[in-house]
């Protein structure tokens, strides 16, 4: 490495000691930082509109003369400054809260000034809070008619000294950088080099080249990204797996069980390092002249009580194709709430258990692999198999039984919570892993139900969530996709109302004539806390009033997260017995309640929930044939949670829903986004450089399948720069 790039940052013209200090502070210790650290913004001085035609809503530059000054202390002892700044054409106030300095600063400079934010609407006049600001005047030989750059920065390091810095290490050292591309893949895409791209972004000429530089330096950014899910990828592809007989058991064949029983375990142990395992005779020591010849798919069929659509025929497709392979197996299935993803992992745990091999299913929730426990019984205990539930709320007793049924292998397929992979658990024989809703559980827990089994047990990983496409190539980018675009048939979509509180009473007039009709209804109360307790009480307090007041002749029940588990499952049991009418609950409701004849859902203060959580919500009615409801009653104030209420109106699409949430919270926020020290991305925008996202998915996933390890000369920095960042996220996971 050049060592003109490793000069200290204090040697840059205007850092010195005492500017130096601050950028160390953020992480920049010398030149290469300092041409690295790219514009969080910028600022177009070309064309400073006058400010009598600054306007509310918008996101101005302006330039003029400090006017007067005048700071007051409200209660709290908070100080807000407020100055007048002024041009030939009008003026506009600049206020600032708690940052008294700012009044020196300003009666230090000369008084001119440009200053930029956002517009509002004033009493006399109009006004922008916490103006970014700098002082003009001074002649420090800035040409001011240009795009300026606005680095994200600390207190006490102020933008001209950036700039200055930014600009003496491009023209002394760029020469330096070496462009870590090579330069057939740049003219393939289309893409500047990273000298040109880095000067240009430090100081545009105009926008079209600062665009073209962000385009440059995305795509790399990308391209790491890619390259690290598509190794990731690669690697597991080379990895042992089980291949499941699928073709015979499609083709009814019998088919050639081993019996691992008879080996020692320690022969086993063996296998298991070579990566590959051996089936076991289950089920079939018993009934296997009877079962075996019964063709795989019509056992599907026959054990569901419905026809599957076709979107659920074409992912269980794709599932036995990966299990027929000898991989391990790691698939997504992303289907929206009630899709019907339950049905699809039943019928691929029937083909594990029929290849010999035992299963577990990971639910997030007790609720939720009790729920899931129950169907998947329905559809595999007619079949001969044995299923059990492992979750922490059982009996000493009989979690026991239900280890040692695993454990023996006498039961095939294991349902349960993270109990499942608590210590004390072992298969016998796992060869297949169902985890639903992925987003409740990080990847390591992934890897610990996955290591409980032989050798590498193939994976099918279930989301409710839909994830935007964006997300899913980032953040599961080494997984592969199945998604189940369908829902069942005869499902009427859900109509959803916004509502006001104050429309109350028509409300549950509606819904006491729905109640009549026979129908049942969820109350969701408002989340007033992220404390269980504090949502408890809020549960509390609604279910007493709807009790009480509106639905005193209806039979009323209450579920929330701090009820002992019994009293839990009493609650949800008479609900769908229907011998309660309306659930007043907590957001435990939220994953995996299905009680077809709830057809309304209200939820209270809707607007203090994200976008995703309420889809999920809703997706708890419209699961029967009759027309389903869903109110959401508040009164939103701000922008985003207006956005949020009206998209919920507007579709049931969970995908439109997780674009549109994508978009309101960025991607930092999203649900599953937790554990993604890889999403740092620092030059590319997830939404707005979406496109450039794929491209650089396509390239990337050609240059791993003709160079798997990056070996080749050309990708020798490449590779390098995929070192570095993954010690780096070696090094956030550990601390
Ligand atoms: P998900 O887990 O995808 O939200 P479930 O698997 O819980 O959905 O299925 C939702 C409901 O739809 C269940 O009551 C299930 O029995 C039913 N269901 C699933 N697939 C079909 C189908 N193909 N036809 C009719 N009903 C179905
Ligand atoms: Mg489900």
Redesign the pocket.
Known sequence: MASGLNTEVQFLKGVGPRYAKFYNKIGIFTVEDVLLNLPRRYQDRRNIPPISEAKPGQMVTVKGTIRRIESRTVSGGRVILKAILEDRSGAITLTWFNQPWVRKQLEDSSGEIIAFGTVKAGQYLDEIASPEWESLGEDDGEEFAKIFPIYPLTEGLPQKVARAAAKAAIETYLGFMVDPLPSGLLKSQNLRDLKWSLRQIHMPDDEASQKLAHKRLAFEEFLYLQLELAMRRAQTKQEMGIAFPIEDLIAGKEIELQHALEQEPSSRKEKVTKGVSQPQDLFFSVESERRSGVPLWNQVHEM??????KA?RRVIGEVFDDMARPFPMNRLVQ??????????AAACMLAAVRSGYQCAMMAPTEILAE?HGK?IRKFLEPLGIRVELLIGKQGAKERKLAGEAVANGSAQVAVGTHALIQEGVEFQNLGFVVV?EQHRFGVLQRKALRDKGIGNPDVLV?T?TPIPRTLTMTLYGDLDVSI?DEL???RKPIKTHAKKPFEREGIYRSLRELLNQGRQAYFVCPMVSESEKMMAAAAEELYDTLRMQAFAEYRVGLLHGQMKAADKDVVMESFRKHELDILVATTVIEV?V?V?NASVMVIEDANRFGLSQLHQLR?RVG?GDTQSYCILVSDPKSEDAMKRIEVMTQTTDGFVIAEEDLKIRGPGNMAGTEQSGQLDLKVADMVRDAALLEVARGVAMKIVSSDPLLEGKEWEMVHQKLKQKRSDVALITIS
């Open positions: 569901l009580p419905f026809e599957l659509t659920q289907g929206d709430v009630g899709a019907g993803k339950t049905a699809v729920q169907s639903d279930m409710a189940i069942p048939p005869g995996g299905d077809p997706g699961r």
